[in-house]
């Protein structure tokens, strides 16, 4: 599965929230600061429009307990503009821009998984394991 990218997206790995966010998945669903969220089996992405909005939130996640980037390549939190792909290297992430129904859509799924965006589910409905 994937999720879908528009504008400005941080995509973050689900077992990274799950592992290190402060309040594991309860907590991170509380945090985000908009209703753009959605998720697949393995990754949570977040939508805005602004990059100031989006480098505040990645900052609030890195206060909470993830990591954004090592280097040049990042670690649990990605990224990614629409058309254009992640900001920053990213190898647990593949991007691709796909046509669903007529419609050109960016997605991202985690590398060497299926990335069919239409498959992504709000990220309220995120099962607590």
Not at 8 to 33: D, K, N, T, W
Not at 47 to 64: H, K, R
Request: proline share 4%; net charge positive; hydrophobic share 40%.
């Amino acid at each position: 599965m994937a999720v879908l990218v528009e504008a400005i997206s941080v995509i973050v790995r689900r077992e990274a929230v799950e592992a290190r966010f402060v309040g594991g998945i309860p907590e991170f669903l509380r945090a985000v600061p908009n209703r753009t969220a959605c998720n697949d089996n393995d990754l949570i992405r977040v939508g805005f429009m602004d990059t100031s909005d989006a480098d505040a939130y990645v900052t609030s996640l890195v206060a909470a307990g993830l990591v954004f980037r090592r280097d040049d390549t990042t670690m649990d939190i990605a990224v990614v503009i629409q058309k254009k792909g992640p900001t920053l290297a990213s190898p647990w992430l593949e991007y691709q821009d796909v046509e669903t129904n007529g419609k050109k859509l960016g997605s991202a799924g985690s590398r060497g998984r299926s990335r069919e965006p239409s498959q992504c589910r709000r990220a309220g409905r995120i099962t607590v394991h």
